[in-house]
């Protein structure tokens, strides 16, 4: 049978099965080599395998014998060198940040974290502008400039409440027919949105725990769960930043869509687009081509790039 593990705590998976949309606890056959990628979890929610049903033990238990190769998948980089890093999830059809501009304001580098890693990853991201209903006019105009530098790289935005309900219904259409990664920085809104968008919230993860909850382990990396049958929401609770891959420091402006297009404008062929002249990002920002912000994240990460070498 054919499933998609929606819940993984490290030692059992819950698996959908695709036909009948019926929940089984799976553990995996044998073990799992990667090859070339040093992970800690062989098996990520989003996965898509191969079971069978555990004739001998409980009903609704299996064995995992087979993963379908990856269409993409977002790795958690670690943070101590003699860590493995692990897969957030795989098969991703979107990435959705949850921000906001007040009530605590979510800073650009963060969302420009964000967005590298998704064009890293080759996912299309949305940024969602939650918390509407406290910003005041000011805040608001300003949020409109926010969300044009955004669209003219070629991000969609969205405003949303999750207390008025505004932007829900918006939110919802974008997720049709898809498996959304949603993510966002502690305290923006990212359950209370979670509770407007999935019907029956409680019950569906209860019903998942049940699942999972019996393995020894725990620890959870992220949760698939169903806002209507085909269309689906990946959690990441606990995760607050996606780890950027392993990427050269010359590699960045490639993930930036507003870069990449003039990278071959600079004169030098190896511009880090930092202080060398003829530089035609640098160009860019002076004649306001490029949002000042943007760049200004651009610089902050290759400084942190620096560090980390
Ligand atoms: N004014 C306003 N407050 C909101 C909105 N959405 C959430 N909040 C409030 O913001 C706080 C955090 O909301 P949560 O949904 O718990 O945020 P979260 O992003 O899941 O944060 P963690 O649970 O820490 O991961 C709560 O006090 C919510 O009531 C909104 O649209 N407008
Ligand atoms: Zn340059």
Redesign the pocket.
């Known amino acids: 049978m054919t499933g998609t593990v929606v819940k993984s705590t490290g030692s059992w998976y819950v698996v959908r099965d695709h036909a009948t949309l019926n929940l089984h606890r799976c553990r995996l056959r044998g073990r799992f080599k990667h090859k070339g990628l040093k992970v800690s979890n062989p098996l990520a929610v989003g996965d898509v395998v191969e079971f069978e049903t555990d004739e001998t033990g409980d009903a609704g238990t299996g064995v995992i014998d087979h993963i379908e190769p990856r269409r993409n998948y977002i790795i958690r980089r670690s943070v101590h060198k003699s860590e493995h890093s692990h897969i957030v999830a795989a098969n991703l059809d979107q990435a959705m940040l949850?921000v906001t501009l007040a009530?605590p304001a979510t800073s650009f580098g963060f969302i420009d974290r964000f967005l590298v890693t998704a064009e890293a990853y080759s996912i299309p991201a949305t940024l969602v502008f939650?918390?509407v209903?406290?910003y005041d006019e000011e805040l608001l105009d300003y949020l409109g400039q926010v969300q044009k530098m955004y669209e003219r790289t070629g991000y969609p935005t969205l405003r949303?409440?999750?207390?008025t309900g505004e932007g829900v219904a918006a939110i919802d259409a974008l997720l049709e027919g898809k498996t959304t990664l949603l993510s966002?920085h502690?305290?923006?809104?990212?359950?209370?949105?979670i509770n407007a968008l999935v019907p029956d919230l409680d019950l569906k993860t209860a019903e998942i725990s049940e699942y999972s909850d019996k393995g020894k382990h725990t620890t959870t990396f992220a949760e698939m769960l169903e806002v209507r049958p085909g269309t689906y929401l990946i959690d990441t609770?606990g995760i607050k930043e996606l780890g950027l891959v392993d990427m050269k420091q010359g590699e960045l402006a490639h993930y930036f869509p507003e870069m990449r297009e003039r990278l071959n404008q600079c004169r030098y062929h190896n511009c880090r687009h930092l202080e060398e002249p003829g530089c035609a990002v640098r160009e860019a920002v002076e004649k306001g081509k490029i949002a000042f912000p943007r760049y200004d994240s651009y610089l902050s990460m290759m400084a942190d790039e620096d560090n980390r070498h």
């Open positions: 949850v009530s939650n918390k209903d406290i949303s409440s999750a207390h966002g502690s305290g923006v809104g990212k359950s209370t949105l609770p």
